[in-house]
T-cell receptor, first 117, second 111 residues
Framework: KAGVTQTPRYLIKTRGQQVTLSCSPI?????VSWYQQTPGQGLQFLFE???????NKGNFPGRFSGRQFSNSRSEMNVSTLELGDSALYLCASSLGASGESGQETQYFGPGTRLLVL | AQSVTQLGSHVSVSEGALVLLRCNYS??????LFWYVQYPNQGLQLLLK??????LVKGINGFEAEFKKSETSFHLTKPSAHMSDAAEYFCAVTGNTPLVFGKGTRLSVIA
């Protein structure tokens, strides 16, 4: 079974631009979560989608948004990029939604490394 | 609310020595606990998880962790370190919220 895939793997943007990252979950998984990883803040939860609905949202500004499609693929968008948005963005998928069953294991993709200049 | 504290941002061991990475958690509900490993320029790989079935959990690559409710701990151990174990390790907790991660511990293995 193929793992979680993320595209693109690397991205360079300039301040003020917007960016869209894509995540394809493991086949059959209906939940997709997004995380931002930086050296200073570590791994921070962005949001979670389950069956095309946002279930949870982390403490990030409205410039960060996402969506999930009927095939469970997910995209996240960051508008008006800032230098501080430079990070590794990780996507994780699981069968069910977090909170419903803490046993749900999240499987992570390789990440998209975003550099904002 | 849930939180995780990983003691020691960097741990260094000799090849063949015991690996001990510490994790303490805080949770208002019965927790589910995870250890993930991250190799350079890669995503997170699940090492093991605790789901209340057994307090001693065995994972991949010879790692195991013991859940101790009285100490609110979930420390990760491996009897004998290998050079390939050098990576960053993250402890995470969930219960009724999305995963909350610790800051991570970088493990170095010295030949």
């Amino acid at each position: 079974k193929a793992g979680v895939t993320q595209t693109p793997r690397y991205l360079i943007k300039t301040r003020g631009q917007q960016v869209t990252l894509s995540c394809s979950p493991i086949s059959g998984h209906r939940s997709v979560s997004w995380y931002q990883q930086t050296p200073g803040q570590g791994l921070q939860f962005l949001f979670e989608y389950f069956s095309e609905t946002q279930r949870n949202k982390g403490n990030f500004p409205g410039r960060f948004s996402g969506r999930q499609f009927s095939n469970s693929r997910s995209e996240m968008n960051v508008s008006t990029l800032e230098l501080g948005d430079s990070a590794l963005y990780l996507c994780a998928s699981s069968l069910g939604a977090s909170g419903e069953s803490g046993q749900e294991t999240q499987y992570f993709g390789p990440g998209t490394r975003l550099l904002v200049l | 609310a849930q939180s995780v504290t990983q003691l020691g941002s960097h741990v260094s061991v000799s090849e063949g020595a015991l690996v001990l990475l510490r994790c303490n958690y805080s949770s208002s509900v019965p927790p589910y606990l995870f250890w993930y490993v991250q190799y350079p320029n890669q995503g997170l790989q699940l090492l093991l998880k605790y789901t209340s079935a057994a307090t001693l959990v065995k994972g991949i690559n010879g790692f195991e962790a013991e859940f101790k409710k009285s100490e609110t701990s979930f420390h990760l151990t491996k009897p004998s370190a290998h050079m390939s174990d050098a990576a960053e390790y993250f402890c995470a907790v969930t219960g009724n919220t999305p995963l909350v991660f610790g800051k991570g511990t970088r493990l170095s293995v010295i030949a």
